[in-house]
């Protein structure tokens, strides 16, 4: 059962979300490093994206492999307190929460989790928008000595080449931002989510409409129209290791092979990059028929670049 999460952040504000801490595993791992997965979610769904029910979520796999997992509410989901409003800020609405999550919230959740959890660093898992915001905090992570342990990024749902035309029906003939809140309705959301393709994914799991909220025109806006004119000088100083997996039936992003080996071949500082174009996957992996593969794979990167992470620590140290 997941646990409510909620911390005081360095300036006064908070970060909610939900934990699976339970370290109790039914396997024995061959590396006592434990990595802490840190989800970071998507657009217009909030930390509970990652646990909508039985079928589809982190939880039997981090209580099986006894590998703890907090996921967030970005700034102005759940709880979270909302970034104040950009005055004279030339960043974008992404790049400043991914500056969020590198200064405060990962610094944070390590200070709180590292010791009681035992853990011996954090791999980081962000989807669509998510993942664009976790591939900024890495991006920041490699240019500097981070207060926290970052050993591995997993980002799925998210391309270098959007396709603006699904989302345009929100914001009218020209894309603008007017900070107005954008409210996805049931249909379109599942359309979207889930791609055009029934047999890709069980529609129950949409039918409590857990982990779904609104958005802003400022998050539909950078991820249609900004990211792709600045992701890439992130992406290059990202220095650990990377899985990035998207599907074939996602209707967000313009995909083919040339655009996979444009996004996994920006990572240039990472030891180590895994780009793959799932066969008959949706936008949303985690909701679909090859979840429970696909996180039973995420959750073995995990364990790699753990124990990777934590052997190099000690050949430095020799």
């Known amino acids: 059962m997941a646990q409510p999460l909620s911390l005081k952040l360095a300036d006064g504000t908070i970060v909610t979300g939900s934990s699976f801490l339970k370290q109790a595993p039914l396997v024995t791992q061959s590396s006592p490093a434990i990595p802490l997965v840190v989800l970071i979610h998507g657009g217009s769904v909030d930390c509970d994206s990652f646990d909508i029910d039985e079928k589809h979520s982190v939880r039997p796999l981090s209580e099986f492999l006894g590998v703890p997992v907090i996921s967030l509410n970005r700034p102005g989901y759940g709880g979270t307190t909302p970034l104040p409003p950009a005055t004279d800020s030339k960043e974008t609405y992404i790049q400043r929460q991914g500056r969020w999550l590198h200064e405060l919230a990962l610094p944070a959740v390590w200070t709180e989790s590292s010791k009681t959890l035992n853990a011996t660093s954090i791999v980081l898992y962000g989807c669509s928008v998510g993942g664009g915001v976790a591939t900024v905090a890495a991006g920041l992570a490699g240019r500097s000595s981070p207060t926290y342990k970052l050993s591995g990024l997993v980002l799925s749902a998210l391309g270098c080449s959007p396709d603006t035309a699904p989302m345009s029906r929100f914001f009218g003939d020209n894309y603008a931002i007017t900070g107005k809140v954008i409210e996805i309705p049931h249909e379109f959301r599942q359309k979207q989510a889930a791609g055009p393709h029934a047999a890709l994914f069980d529609v129950s799991v949409f039918s409590s409409r857990r982990g779904e909220s609104n958005t802003s025109d400022a998050e539909v806006y950078d991820i249609n129209i900004q990211w792709p004119t600045y992701w890439s000088d992130y992406a290059k100083d990202i220095r650990v290791q990377v899985l990035y997996s998207v599907g ?10 040339d655009t996979m080996h444009e ?20 936008h949303h992996i985690e909701y679909s028929y090859q979840c429970s593969g696909f996180l039973l794979r995420v959750f073995g990167f995990a364990l790699e670049c753990a124990a990777s992470f934590e052997i190099q620590e000690g050949r430095n140290r020799q």
């Open 263 to 282: 996004f996994g071949r920006a990572f240039k500082s990472s030891p180590w990059v895994e780009s793959r174009l799932m066969t008959n996957v949706p």
């Open 248 to 257: 074939d039936a996602d209707t967000l992003w313009h995909l083919n092979a």
